[in-house]
């Protein structure tokens, strides 16, 4: 079994240079495994082995990809405690064999048991030989600390904005497939741009499957984009999970995703979540 030491060896520094502090602040690895994490990646990992169980190929497209490996033993991970409400307390109550902990096995496997995937090695996890992997990411030193994580797969990466990626790369060969997106929502204007990026990719793409991740804010910041997704996309899922602030003054109550051209299985998927959520 690997060491930590393994999994600082594939983690770039986390101490931001000028230019990285230049841009957004937003770090994912405080905040990685927390109960947002385990929704959105138990339905994504869901979604994936669906798709992957026809031998047709596929695209993954991936708008805000982070780092893609965390280290759950690391300070940045303990400062906020934020695993311990999430994949750390519920993991054991999932499944055995839901796609999900199949993710977690492996890349404790590789990597040692601290290690915590992101949506990026649970796609590069999930895809075969033939399909193709696309995962944009903006900032320098968290797309650096991708290179090094999924160092081992096929796989291409754009140092851009996501969305320019997105509209750029649909519709993608292999024309089946998925796009996920991920924000960080620091940037308040993401929430009324999401839509028409949403509304322009599925003009392209109109088999894609487009998953989005939202927090939900006791502000309500977030509603105004959810009613205009869902008058654009008709035929959508959209699934929710409430549960307590990971810490004192934290403003997000739960999480959820909304997802354009649902695959089938889906709905038990969300609600095997929404029960996994209810038992908290």
Known sequence: MP????????????????YAMEMLSYQHIYHAGNPADVQKHMLLAHVLDYLTRKEKPLSYIETHAGRGLYDLGGAEALKTGE?????LRMEARIAPGHPYRRRLAEVRARFGTAAYPGSPLIAALSLRDGDSLHLAELHPQE?????AALA???VHLHRRDGFETALALTPPLPRRGLLFCDPS???KEDYQAIPKHFAAIARKWNVGILMLWYPILASGAH??????LVAQHP????????????????RMTGSGL???????????????????FAGQ
């Open 3 to 18: 060491d930590r030491a393994h999994l600082r060896d594939r983690l770039a520094p986390t101490a931001p240079g000028r």
């Open 235 to 250: 035929d959508h899922l959209r699934h929710e999970v409430r549960f307590p602030p990971v810490r004192e003054g934290h």
């Open 223 to 228: 509603l105004d984009m959810l009613a205009r």
């Open 143 to 147: 797309q650096a600390a991708l290179a």
């Open 83 to 87: 695993a311990t409400a999430g994949v």
């Open 152 to 154: 081992d797969f096929p």
């Open 185 to 187: 929502y620091e940037v």
């Open 258 to 276: 909304f997802v354009v051209n649902p695959p089938f299985g889906i709905v038990e998927a969300a609600r095997e979540v929404t029960a996994l």
